[in-house]
């Protein structure tokens, strides 16, 4: 049985939640077989993950009850009028909880307020769950696909959302 937002504070993520972020994505990861956080490479991204996103110009959060990180969500913009959205993860006592939804509406008003007409993602074709849920709030799969080249032998899918 799980909470749902009670008690769930969402705020802007700061160096100290760090550790718990890398271990939240981390969880989210182990549930898939051979998919692995890849520190020094793809994921270099993450021990200095609120800064990145601050000099990238974008923005990232965290979602915590009690002060455990139970959810993160980032954007950052990607081109002209375009927002990429990065890092949504939940933690599995917190799914379908409506967290993800909240997290997502974050990063859609967001889009919306620098005038961004569209926001772009990348999810590993093994988050058929995550597929499900993008699906669900209004993004399409324009066909694309990318190999990351990574320890994961990961895949990816762009999923767009026009605004």
């Not at 950052?76 to 949504?88: A, F, I, N, T, Y």
């Not at 995550?130 to 694309?144: C, N, S, T």
Request: charge should be negative; include cysteine.
């Amino acid at each position: 049985m799980t909470e749902g937002l009670a008690n769930i504070i969402i705020r802007d993520g700061a160096p100290e939640d760090t550790d718990q972020v890398i271990g939240l994505i981390g969880r989210c990861f182990a549930a898939y077989p051979g998919c692995v956080l890849d520190l020094p490479g793809l994921d270099a991204d993450l021990p200095r993950i609120c800064d990145i996103f601050a000099r990238q110009k974008g923005r990232f959060w965290v979602a915590e009850r009690a002060g455990a990180v139970l959810g993160c969500i980032g954007y950052v913009p990607s081109g002209q009028d375009v927002v990429e959205l990065k890092r949504l993860y939940v933690d599995a006592s917190t799914r379908r909880s409506g967290l993800a939804t909240a997290l997502l509406d974050l990063v859609l008003h967001a889009a919306q307020s620098v005038h961004a007409t569209r926001i772009d993602l990348w999810s590993d074709t093994r988050f058929v769950e995550a597929h499900a849920f993008y699906h669900k709030h209004g993004f399409v799969m324009p066909g694309q696909m990318r190999d990351l080249h990574d320890p994961s032998n990961t895949t990816e899918y762009l999923f767009q959302k026009r605004l």
